[in-house]
C-alpha cells in the first residue's frame, strides 16, 4: 500500500511568556505525521496542549520552535501570506456557538471563505457552490437565512464543519468537534466527519479527551501529557496494549457496562506539574505508579517500542506490573 504523508510535525514547540516568572511550555517538541485520508486521534487531559498544537499548525499561534511540512513543504519557513496552505488546512473548533459570528446569517458565514478567497465570479455562482455545499454536508438551505442563536448545538457544528469544508481543504484539525454536545448529537457528527473523509478523501488531526471517541474515528492515536506526546501506536494496538502508564491509566478509567468486579481502575495520585519551567526528568513521575529514581533525574525519549509503537517511558516493556494491569483493563 502506498502511503503518502500529508502533514508532519516535527520538534513543534510552544512557549507562551508569562512576566515575571518565566515560560509556560505548553507545547514541548511535538513531533508526529498525518497520511493522507487518515486520522490521528490526539488525546489527553484538560491542559495538557492538544488544542494549541492544533492553533499551532493553523497559524493562530505562532510557534516557538519547530517545523509545519504539508506535502513536503515547511509552512512555517515561507514567508508573506500562506492562503495556498491555509486553504488546504481547515479547523473545526470546539464551540460551534463562540465560533460563529451572531451577527451574520449561516449564508453570511458559509460564503466568507468564497469571498476572501475570491473563488467565484458572481452572486449565481455563488449561490450555486453554497447549495452544493449544503447537499454535501446535509445542511438544509432553508436554514441559511437564519442566524446561530436560532439553531441548535448539533446543527451549529454543521454549520461550523460546512464553513472549514467550503475550500475543498486536504487536511482537517477537529478541536474537541463534539465535546459540547448531547450523546446522541455527538454520534450523528462522528458519522458525518467519517463520511465525508471517505467522500472527499481527507485527512483529519482529531482532538479530544474522549478515548471512546477517538477509538471509533482515529487510525492511530496519539497521547498527550503536559505538552509532550507520551505514546502513540494504531489504535488497535493503543487498546491491546498500551505500554505508558499514563495511557494505561486513561484506558482503566473509561466506564464499561457489566465491568468484571476484577476490574482493576488506576487512581492517579497528586496534582499535575506546572508547565512554567519544567524540571528535568519524566514529567508523569509524580503521579506515576511505575515511578523509579532514574524518572526523577533523566527524561525518557520517545522511543520505537515495536512496529511503529513509541512511547516515553523507562520502563514501559519491562514491568511485570504493567502486563498484570494491562490484562484487567482489556
Request: aromatic share 6%; glycine share 6%.
Amino acid at each position: 500500500m502506498n502511503v503518502h504523508t500529508l502533514v508532519e510535525a516535527r520538534n513543534l514547540k510552544k512557549y507562551f511568556v508569562i512576566p515575571r516568572k518565566g515560560h509556560l511550555h505548553a507545547v514541548d517538541d511535538v513531533s508526529f505525521s498525518v497520511n493522507k485520508g487518515e486520522t490521528l486521534g490526539l488525546v489527553g487531559e484538560s491542559g495538557c496542549g492538544k488544542s494549541t498544537v492544533g492553533n499551532v499548525i493553523m497559524g493562530l499561534h505562532k510557534a516557538t520552535g519547530g517545523q509545519l511540512l504539508f506535502n513536503g513543504e515547511d509552512v512555517f519557513a515561507k514567508s508573506g501570506k500562506k492562503n495556498d496552505y491555509y486553504k488546504k488546512m481547515q479547523i473545526v473548533f470546539q464551540d460551534p456557538y463562540s465560533s460563529l459570528n451572531p451577527k451574520q446569517t449561516v449564508k453570511d458565514i458559509l460564503s466568507a471563505p468564497f469571498i476572501i478567497h475570491k473563488t467565484f465570479r458572481n452572486a449565481i455562482e455563488l449561490n450555486a457552490k453554497l447549495n452544493d455545499l449544503c447537499e454535501m454536508t446535509g445542511l438544509s438551505t432553508d436554514l441559511l437565512s437564519h442566524y446561530p442563536h436560532e439553531l441548535d448545538g448539533g446543527m451549529r457544528q454543521v454549520v461550523g464543519i460546512t464553513r472549514a469544508l467550503s475550500l475543498e481543504p486536504e487536511f482537517v484539525v477537529c478541536d474537541e468537534p463534539v465535546s459540547s454536545l448531547d450523546v446522541s448529537v455527538q454520534a450523528k457528527i462522528i458519522n458525518l466527519l467519517m463520511d465525508l473523509q471517505k467522500m472527499m478523501n481527507l485527512s483529519y488531526l482529531f482532538i479530544s479527551h474522549d478515548l471512546s471517541v477517538v477509538r471509533h474515528i482515529s487510525n492511530r492515536i496519539a497521547v498527550m501529557y503536559l505538552g509532550q506526546i507520551v505514546e502513540e501506536a494504531e489504535t488497535d494496538e493503543i487498546f491491546a496494549n498500551p505500554m505508558h502508564p499514563y495511557t494505561i491509566a486513561l484506558l482503566s478509567a473509561i466506564p464499561r457496562v457489566n465491568a468484571d468486579k476484577d476490574a482493576f481502575r488506576i487512581v492517579l495520585r497528586g496534582d499535575v506539574p506546572s508547565p512554567m519551567n519544567p524540571k528535568p526528568g519524566c514529567r508523569f513521575a509524580p503521579r506515576c505508579w511505575m515511578e523509579e529514581d532514574v524518572c526523577a533525574s533523566q527524561d525518557p525519549p520517545l522511543a520505537v517500542s515495536g512496529d511503529g509503537h513509541r512511547v516515553r517511558c523507562h520502563f514501559s516493556s519491562e514491568s511485570a506490573e504493567r502486563s498484570k494491569i494491562v490484562n484487567t483493563i482489556r
